[in-house]
């Protein structure tokens, strides 16, 4: 739109033109205010009825809310309008009229349940705590991106449709491919590795993953965005370095450029820019502090999976974000690399109090190994030569990690349901929008 | 690793440790010496076999090309080596050790049919122009969201998974999703306008898209990247303002910051950065400019989609790259808003002489006729109620486009085939890698 000038550069004296949203009316007899709303905030249009044309009044005030408005008009100061200033209009144009009825309320008066929010989620982002979930999510994705590249990595993309899984058969959606059975990707696991054996070394990509898991609850999806890093020569206390680094450049983004969306979501008291280095907890001292919170009803011996309460009994005895490293060999996925004991693995997670974020380590390098981890794990090699194939030709020692995406902001902004930190969610019974 | 320097960063007078792949070994005799290669570039490594340990040298002389290793030593200036400087080595330590045969030469020395180099990817992505075709990707992806952010546009990242198809049922991927059928997204299209019309109003998506087309050519791909927007308040010629801008940024942002990798790919002369405003041809002058090439058998006339050879023709005349407007109304989809005389749409495609990069227009935001549009494409309107019920909620004036990542690469750096600007292509006959 030629000349439209954003609400927000609105200044007293100008003569402009704002388009948007019909927020609110509110009728006083003579006077009457409607105050529109754009992508950079609200401005207050005064219709004084007596001194102004009929039909422009009539056009300004009979307006459905959420219908879509132009206003030209004079920008004066009003110390009583809720922004300083206020629009004397001198025309008013609708340019798409909403219905009277709408299913939610976007200026957020009224509660709506999450599933009539997401059903209508273009109605659900004009509210100010949509709009600043998502624009925090934006500035999320650029911070993290900008610091990996200042840990020399490349950023990548690959293929979301597989031939075979990274970790079997299950909890993969099949497809159709030209009539060939495939998959959707649960994780460019092995993609990433197979180009930090290439001269690139360092790589990270950011993308959607794919898993058919079960679990409906407030922090899985079906469809999730990963945070991948795999690194050529570096070992998994690297990887860890990396991480530390990503996930606080992504706070430290956030409490920059994003004030304003801290404050419509009413966390600006209580966020914090995590400190470095993170606690790096082993798996040993982790299962010693969940079972001296005295939290769970059996205590946890070597060997034992952590329990969702376990975790949340270490992560509230924490704090803060940490990792567990040096799991028991038998827990962790068979391509990572075991310390030389054979007993422990160089497996890591990296968790916030609330939750796991990220599983990582340093990769097995060595082929015979890795076939041997494909075997022990019921998987065969011969499907994954294309892969297995590529460390026959030198490939070096390298570790990496995966970050949920959603689970970064669902802590970050301590939402109650993963589902807020996607714009259009995957589960169990939500296949649309 | 620690204390690893990279060897572009190996300074005279310095003890290094590199690490990286054996590039070749030369030997002449009394003298031999080791190039070994990483992410950064070569370094020389001297073995004078008379002076050094026997197990030094024959560790550094007899390890396969390929194999991954490192080298700790002294720096010294040596004008006759490759970068001008060599490393005298002190310990040399294989990680990995590579097969003696290669399935082609990353020193690029002997051509590799592109099938063997996809089914090899790490082994190609070691020769300099594999690697600096994904650096370029890297930068060209980072440019082009700076660009976005510049015009006001919010990063989204949308469904994969979807109910329907965004133009209807054919060239589909379907997936099994929990018993239930759902495809993989052809396009975004859908969820941006869902998006454009919530308080974000201006939103870019990056991300893979699925499509099922018999097409095997050098320019098709059934999952490619696409660079997606859409503003709301936006027309038609805004959209391709920001097209232009965001294309022009890719560029530039080439010829400032990947300076060695056009020279690894010998384009360093030919590259050119776009002039804007690209010229903006009606669909009537583009068919009057191909007929008078010639290079046509049969002369195109009104109503006509332009053949591929005539996009070549037109192409050859304009030059650069360049916008077609003013489409007859059929040929566009039916979301694409026509001109008020209902013949004309407001749809256009950008123009790289080679090939179509870019597809936009302004959207149809007024429900009644985006539903009859549906009925004309003889799609069930009921089965994009989530979409079509947004648009009575106020749905602003939007428009948008969406540009082919690959073919945006492909075009700049003068591919053959457009394979050769992503990872691992999928197409007819290729599943894996």
Known sequence: MENRTYTADAEPGETVTVAGWVHEVRDLGGIAFLILRDTTGQIQVKFEKDEMDDELVETGLNVARESVIT????????????????????????????????????????????????????????????????????????????????????????????????????????????????????????????????????????????????????????????IDFEGAFCDHTDAMDVCEQVVTAAYEAVAENCTDQLEALGITEEFEVPETPFPRLSYEEAIERINATGELDEQLVWGDDLPTEGEKALGDDVGGHYFITDWPAEIKPFYIMDHEDGE??????????????????????????????????????????????????????????????????????????????????????????
Chains 1, 2 share one sequence.
Not at 379 to 398: Q, S, V
């Open 71 to 226: 206003v030209s008009g004079d920008v004066e100061e009003e110390p009583r309008a809720p922004t300083g200033v206020e629009v004397t209009p001198e025309t008013v144009e609708v340019l798409s009229e909403a219905d009277t009825e709408l299913p939610l309320d976007p200026t957020g008066k009224v509660d709506a349940e999450l599933s009539t929010r997401l059903d209508n989620r273009t109605l659900d982002l004009r509210s100010e705590e949509g709009q600043a979930i998502f624009e925090i999510r934006a500035e999320v994705l650029r911070a993290v991106r900008e610091a990996f590249r200042d840990a020399n990595a490349t950023e990548i993309n690959t293929s979301k449709i597989v031939a075979t899984g990274t970790e079997g058969g299950t909890e993969l959606f099949p497809i159709t491919y030209f009539g060939e059975e495939a998959f959707m990707n649960q994780s460019p696991q092995l993609f990433k590795q197979l180009v930090a054996g290439s001269n690139i070394e360092r790589v990270f990509e950011i993308g959607p993953i794919f898993r058919a898991e079960e679990h409906n609850t407030p922090r899985h999806l079906n469809e999730a965005t990963s």
């Open 344 to 433: 422990l693995s160089t497996g890591f997670d990296m968790m916030h109090p609330r939750m796991e974020l990220v599983s990582g380590g340093q990769r097995e390098h060595r082929r015979e190994e890795l076939i041997a981890g494909f075997e022990q794990q019921g998987l065969e090699p011969e499907a994954f030569e294309y892969y297995t194939k590529m460390f026959k030709y030198g490939m070096p020692p390298h570790a990496g990690w995966g970050l949920g995406g959603e689970r970064l902001l669902m802590t970050m902004l301590d939402l109650d349901n993963i589902r807020e930190a996607v714009l259009f969610p995957r589960d169990r019974q939500r296949l649309s929008p």
